[in-house]
């Protein structure tokens, strides 16, 4: 077939050249989009979520060229201080000392840890910042005095280093008490040049050995607060998420204490936890009874029992609030208290005495 010539009221060169053309051919005919076709799913279709997945960040392919020779700040600002103060830092302390490999595996932060790691970090170095390398050391309390360490490594204030426009008259060395047996040391670098000087590589030294010496030396961990101070860190406001108001009053946990001791006299409170005050009453082989001491939103109650012992309709009219977890071999109860009212609302203590009863009946099977 052809193709009609459209009439305009003054002649069509256009139409004119081309209808020839298009009556000539070939012609085939146009499938029909199909909108829905182009949703559904096909092999090999990845979700968004998923694209990308498998690829890894530039410091978990290479991390210490990452942190010494691509360095990015916050705001992917270049760095502009001296990435080879880092890498020589690193190596002279594992030439000094046995430490955990280098974890250079983060976007901002390089670690080295002691050996067994339990035993915590000894540097950190935060690689995120434009002007200023940041390096931490943790070593023993007293370890050193900031005055002293001041004038040995006779670092320039910001505002005697004319080159960078930032400001400050402070010093860039600070000591600072830490938990537990440790004390702080922060040492913020721009070039090479002012820390490749013996003072500062004679405090690296000082420095290595103090950490070497207490972690070879003392268990870390029992001179944690939650092992020091027993009972005594349960009951201080201190530990919570920091930011979080606390919502329960104090006095709770003295009164569920004592409504634990009542309810199993002669049992072991266990302290030594960081957040959590395991109880268990004499002649059991595990604890009963499970307090949550450092969370900011309720003092919670945690009661191990055997299976569909209680109902949860027993526990409806107890505490602020309640639950009951079923999935495990065990059924374990939580209640949650905000006020001293909440330990009465219903029968907590006949409750606790039944629910006692029962995992002693379970226990000597």
């Known amino acids: 077939s052809t193709f009609p010539l459209f009439h305009f009221s003054t002649p069509s060169h256009t139409v004119a050249a081309l209808a020839p053309v298009l009556a000539a051919g070939p012609h085939v005919e146009r499938p029909v989009h199909d909108p829905a076709a182009a949703e559904r799913t096909r092999a090999g279709d ?3 979520d998923d694209v990308g997945r498998e690829a890894k960040m530039p410091w978990e392919t290479d991390g210490r060229r990452w942190h010494t020779l691509d ?15 880092l890498g020589r830092v690193v190596d002279r302390i594992h030439e000094l000392g046995e430490f955990s490999d280098t974890d250079w595996n983060s976007r901002s932060v ?10 915590g970090w000894f540097l950190h170095a935060i690689t995120g910042e434009t002007w200023l390398l940041k390096l931490k050391f943790r070593v023993a309390r007293n370890a050193f005095r900031r005055e002293q360490l001041i004038d040995r490594l006779n670092l320039k204030t910001l505002n005697q280093m004319r080159e960078l426009p930032v400001y400050g008259n402070e010093p860039r060395v600070r000591c600072k008490a830490s938990r537990g047996p440790w004390q702080e040391v922060e040492i913020r670098a721009y070039s090479l040049d002012e820390i490749d000087t013996p003072a500062f590589w004679s405090f690296l030294e000082t420095a290595v050995r103090s950490f070497q010496q207490l972690t070879k030396t003392v268990d870390v961990e029992d001179l944690t607060p939650w092992k020091v101070l027993g009972q005594r860190w349960h009951l201080m406001r201190k530990g919570f998420t920091p930011g979080k108001r606390v919502r329960w009053e104090s006095q709770v946990l003295d009164q569920l ?16 936890n960081k957040v959590l005050v395991h109880y268990t ?18 003092l919670d109650l945690f009661l191990t029992g055997p299976k569909n012992a209680v109902g949860f309709g027993r526990v409806a009219s107890l ?22 009212a909440d330990l009465h609302k219903g029968d907590l203590a006949a409750f606790l005495r039944e629910h ?6 379970s226990h000597s099977r």
């Open 46 to 48: 990845l979700d968004i």
């Open 71 to 85: 360095r990015v700040g916050r705001r992917g600002e270049p760095c502009k201080w001296d990435g080879r103060i």
């Open 110 to 119: 390089v670690e080295i840890a002691a050996q067994k790691k339990s035993d």
């Open 257 to 272: 204490i004592q409504l634990l001791t009542d309810s199993a006299p002669g049992g072991q409170f266990d302290w030594t």
């Open 281 to 298: 009453p004499s002649g059991h082989g595990k604890p009963w009874a499970t307090i949550c001491t450092k969370k900011p939103a309720s």
């Open 319 to 340: 505490a602020h609030d309640r639950d009951l977890d079923a999935r495990r071999s065990d059924d374990v109860i939580r209640l949650s208290f905000l006020t001293l």
């Open 356 to 361: 006692l009863a029962a995992a002693a009946k």
